[in-house]
């Protein structure tokens, strides 16, 4: 695969024209000696890692910039880095005079370089350290600002810099979770489709097609990736890179963020509140795949009822967020989606609802498919419980303001069990 001529864009038949502001992506063997004449026209640098990402690549990234003035920041490596106030604050404070912010390592990291570069008006650049989210070329910043999960449009990095001897070495839970995280955009895609149907969403057969390319090419890596093998690693990396490219087309993260996402940022919001365990991202978003894909499975075998669920949904809300419980309330009401009667639409086009719904695989299917790199399920119960578990696919919804096939479920069905 080029990755670099998917940046080229393409006039669409959706009538967009889809472009991507990145100007070089580089995913081979030695990669990061390229930031020689990347960074040509820049003297003051900010570099931003933790120690482990530093472990990783900051020496050679400071070997390729040896005639630059070099400032960073090093975060610890011990604990969880939270993508919050704290974090932003402390790479503001070593920005008096800087040119370029470049970010060494994967998902938290580059969203914090994204998120500050974008408001202090400065390029950044990426120095990839594992394979395992699609966020380096996407256009969004997840960030968790007062204590809310939220996606904020924060520009693209000039270039990207995917050294593959750096990535092979990651550890194998962030390689896995690059391969989680492709293969939750069944879920995503699917969600996408829906709304579409639903709300009349935009939709991009092109940016489908693309994203789905890349799920399959991705599921043919498995026993390459177990291996650390370097072509298999390049390739997920390429594919990751592709996807959030397709985010920045659509200039919506639709074609990659569904209710698998929901559910994870649910996990991992109400980890941080109770200082619960949670796992990295790409691997919540692969096991909660398997969870959508069972609500997608009750919502095809079973009629659809004459009238939409209701609850005194502000007091489990309050309960089950609490610290965050407003934030959750105000977006809903802001987006209206507890007033809106959907009841009507879904019986209309019931039919074709399920049509859409069966396009996916199965949830054993997706079971088999992560077991492929040795992903087990019973690891997710045994974390999570069936309880959490439970609130998970009531109340992730709340936490953004998409609709997916959680509304659809919920509004349908409410507080039901799956079968």
């Known amino acids: 695969m080029d990755i670099n001529s998917i940046l080229l864009g393409v006039k669409c038949s959706c009538g967009k024209e889809h472009k991507c502001d990145i100007e070089y992506i580089y995913v081979e063997n030695g990669a990061i000696a390229h930031l020689k004449e990347l960074c040509a026209d820049f003297n003051n640098i900010l570099i931003v890692a933790d120690e482990n990402t530093y472990f990783a690549a900051g020496k050679e990234t400071e070997k390729a910039l040896f005639d630059k003035s070099l400032k960073s920041v090093i975060f610890s490596g011990k604990t969880v880095l939270i993508p919050n106030e704290d974090s932003i604050k402390r790479v503001r404070e070593k920005l008096d005079g800087i040119e370029l912010i470049i970010g060494i390592g994967s998902g938290v990291i580059q969203d914090l370089c994204k998120y500050v570069a974008h408001f202090a008006k400065l390029p950044y650049m990426v120095v990839a350290t594992a394979p395992s989210m ?25 270039a990207i810099v995917a050294d593959t001897a750096v990535l092979k070495n990651a550890p194998l839970e962030m390689i896995k979770a690059g391969y989680g995280d492709i293969i939750g955009k069944f879920s995503a895609l699917n969600d996408w489709k829906i709304s579409c149907l639903i709300n009349g969403e935009y939709f991009c057969q092109y940016i489908y097609d693309t994203t789905y390319d890349m799920i399959k090419k991705t599921i043919d890596t498995a026993n390459g990736l177990l291996a650390r093998d370097e072509e298999s690693i390049k390739a997920l990396t390429q594919a990751l890179m592709a996807v959030g490219i397709m985010m920045s087309f659509a200039t919506t993260s639709r074609p990659a963020s569904g209710s698998e996402h929901h559910l994870s940022h649910f996990f991992e919001i109400i980890g941080i ?57 105000a977006l809903q009401k802001k987006v209206g989606n507890y007033q809106k009667d959907r009841i009507s639409v879904y019986k209309n086009k019931e039919k074709e609802i399920k049509a859409i719904l069966s396009e996916m695989p199965t949830s054993e299917k997706i079971k088999e498919l992560l077991s492929l790199v040795e992903l087990d399920m019973t690891e997710f119960y045994q974390m999570y419980g069936k309880e959490k578990i439970k609130n998970a696919v009531l109340y992730a ?17 409410g507080g039901e069990e799956n079968d």
């Open 273 to 329: 509140i109770n200082s619960e365990p949670y796992f990295v991202h790409g691997i919540d978003v692969a096991y909660s795949t398997v969870i959508t894909a069972e609500i997608r499975e009750k919502l095809i075998k079973r009629p659809f009822p004459e009238a939409q669920y209701r609850e005194d949904h502000e007091e489990k809300i309050k309960k089950i967020y609490s610290t965050v419980a407003n934030g959750c309330i």
């Open 397 to 413: 919804k709340d936490l953004k303001d998409r609709y997916t096939v959680l509304w659809l479920n919920y509004d349908l069905f």
């Open 134 to 158: 699609d966020g380096y070329a996407s256009s969004g910043a997840a960030m968790i600002l007062n204590g809310m999960k939220e996606t904020v449009p924060a520009g693209l990095p000039k």
